[in-house]
């Protein structure tokens, strides 16, 4: 069974759309992630949540909206897409907050902004 | 800033031989983590260390740290084919402040040649 699963795999849209990407593990787990991986492999922390509290790495644009359902779901909105949001975006989750445990991690979903 | 930092970026070695990959970092953390990522797909957990442990064994892995260094090691030992991948230290902060992830360096591409 999938733990973490995120759709789409693949996403290609073109500048100035709105799009969503979805999440979801299976895990029981309390604590959902977001991440961005670039085009060089870095990656970056985007968002984390936890029961009901989100967290926002200030360097995020307001044009990405995470949306929590509920406690198995986090799914990532992005408006006004622009070229530089090509990347991998990948989902996570862990047991508790504060990174004391191991996260796990969606396969990802490749955006490319034409 | 960047928090983890690989090195080398790139290592090519026979199989069976050992790899050794090594991160530093640069603020106080709880704990490190070592990932690996196959080409185009997601992150896959190796092993944890905390703060407060000097090393770790999992298999065929052992990871070092060294807290008053801020490094961290992996070693691969008889490596395989399908060790071929890229290898992700990540930290977490002792400090709380921004979303709660883990901060990844660049990642070491690592290369089993047959």
């Known amino acids: 069974d999938t733990a973490v699963s995120q759709t789409p795999k693949y996403l290609v849209t073109q500048m100035g759309n709105d799009k969503s990407i979805k999440c979801e593990q299976n895990?029981?787990?309390?604590?959902m992630y977001w991440y961005k991986q670039d085009s060089k492999k870095f990656l970056k922390i985007m968002f984390s949540?936890?029961?009901?509290?989100?967290?926002i790495n200030e360097t995020v644009p307001n044009r990405f909206s995470p949306k929590s359902p509920d406690k198995a779901h986090l799914n990532l909105h992005i408006n006004s897409l622009e070229l530089g949001d090509s990347a991998v975006y990948f989902c996570?989750?862990?047991?508790?907050?504060?990174?004391?445990?191991?996260?796990?991690f969606g396969p990802g979903t490749r955006l490319l902004v034409l | 800033s960047q928090q983890g930092e690989e090195d080398p970026q790139a290592l090519s070695i026979q199989e069976g031989e050992n790899a050794t990959m090594n991160c530093s970092y640069k603020?106080?953390?709880?704990?490190l983590q070592w990932y690996r990522q196959n080409s185009g797909r997601g992150l896959v957990h190796l092993i944890l260390?905390?703060?407060?442990?000097r090393e770790k064994h999992s298999g065929r892995l052992r990871v070092t740290l060294d807290t008053s260094k801020k490094s961290s090691s992996l070693l691969i030992t008889a490596s395989r084919a399908a060790d071929t991948a890229s290898y992700f230290c990540?930290?977490?902060?002792?400090?709380?402040?921004?979303?709660?992830?883990?901060?990844f360096g660049k990642g070491t591409h690592l290369i089993i040649q047959p």
């Open positions: 996570a989750s862990s047991l508790a907050l504060a990174g004391q445990e191991t996260q796990y």
């Open positions: 260390i905390r703060s407060n442990e």
């Open positions: 949540y936890n029961n009901k509290e989100l967290i």
């Open positions: 895990l029981g787990h309390d604590t």
């Open positions: 603020t106080s953390i709880n704990n």
């Open positions: 990540a930290t977490h902060p002792a400090l709380g402040g921004g979303a709660d992830g883990l901060t």
